[in-house]
């Protein structure tokens, strides 16, 4: 490959940047953690021993000021909302009016991922009712068998989660704006056949069913499942060009998978600046300047990353919420969904 072009023959510099006016103003998604703490110990999440991942991790939720001021500021720019990263955000103490201020407020697009295990009724209630805010719930399952869920979601329960979405599909239809997506990660664990029978079995239920590239999470969970070509030549972060995350302590990242915090803006408060001047700074060029340039080893943690192999910049999750509301929900009947799902819950 030449070094100045893609493998497709595109020059670098054309092929890699920004999308559209707007996004060099504003990033177009910005990820969100209201809670670091989860219920769950998913074996590809560092959440599986936050200690040993994380030396110096304290528990915490984002302060609900905080919060506000971030939701006015999406709501603003047109962006889109995604919660999801460091913890399991139903368990967010705030979490019901946090929704109805999402919807209030008019973000355009909302999205939540979640383990599906705290669903509770207000959850429910708030989620369900309608609104001008395209809502997605993207509950995270990576298993259609039992045992697998057992050996890969620990501390899960099987039973309690696929009656959880199955309960949301069944009731999705009083909030026309409501998206379900069910997502697995593609990894070992799984069971010859698995990947393609989740996608059969969710695929007529769901408005969509995402498979996620196996990550590493900058390194600190088992790589022996990382399916990446050893010549894989690799290409700028696409995150620096569409989106920015804001950990549970209320402190901007450059990196959504920033669990040390290595990527933290120290220089940055909330507070005090807003997103939109973070995201036009000169430190935020620099980083830009440095990926174009190839030059990841001037920025420590991107140095020895492997996870920009899951980020593409021809699809990603913008593409699937772009297709999930240009397609018609898939509104089955209560007796059609019992009728699709052959798994006894």
Excluded at 212 to 226: E, Q
Excluded at 250 to 274: M, N, T
Aim: net charge neutral.
């Amino acid at each position: 490959m030449s070094e100045n072009k893609t493998s497709g023959g595109t020059p670098w510099r054309e092929f890699y940047g920004f999308a559209n006016e707007q996004d060099k103003v504003f990033p177009n998604m910005v990820h969100l953690d209201l809670i670091n703490i989860c219920n769950f110990k998913c074996i590809h999440c560092p959440q599986n021993d936050i200690k040993k991942f994380v030396p110096d991790y304290e528990p915490n939720q984002l302060d609900y000021e905080i919060f506000t001021r971030i939701i006015d500021e999406v709501a603003d720019h047109g962006a889109t909302l995604r919660i999801t990263c460091d913890g399991e955000p139903f368990l967010y103490k705030h979490i019901v009016k946090a929704i109805h201020y999402i919807k209030d407020r008019g973000v355009k697009i909302a999205t939540i991922v979640t383990n599906g295990s705290s669903l509770t009724r207000p959850i429910a209630e708030a989620i369900l009712k309608p609104s001008d805010t395209k809502f997605i719930i993207d509950f995270s399952l990576d298993s259609l068998y039992k045992p697998t869920y057992e050996r890969i979601r620990l501390q899960g329960n099987f039973v309690e989660v696929y009656s959880n979405v199955l309960f949301l599909l069944k009731n999705k239809k009083s909030n026309p704006n409501l998206r379900i997506i069910v997502n697995m990660i593609d990894q070992d664990t799984l069971v010859p056949g698995e990947l393609e029978a989740f996608k059969q079995f969710w695929g007529p239920i769901a408005d969509d069913v995402v498979v996620r590239t196996y990550l590493t999470v900058k390194g600190m969970v088992n790589a022996s499942t990382l399916k990446m070509e050893r010549d894989q030549y690799r290409w700028p972060c696409s995150l620096l060009w569409n989106r920015i995350a804001i950990s549970s302590h209320g402190r901007p990242r450059f990196c959504v998978a920033d669990w040390r915090e290595q990527s933290v803006l120290k220089d940055f408060d909330l507070a005090k600046v807003s997103i939109s001047e973070i995201w036009q700074s000169p430190f935020y060029d620099q980083l830009r300047r440095d990926h174009l340039d190839k030059e990841f080893s001037k920025i420590a943690i991107c140095k020895n990353c492997t996870d920009w192999f899951g980020l593409k910049w021809d699809y990603d999750y913008r593409t699937v919420i772009d297709r999930l509301f240009e397609e018609k929900a898939n509104d089955l009947t209560v007796a059609q969904i019992n009728t699709q799902h052959p798994v006894e819950v």
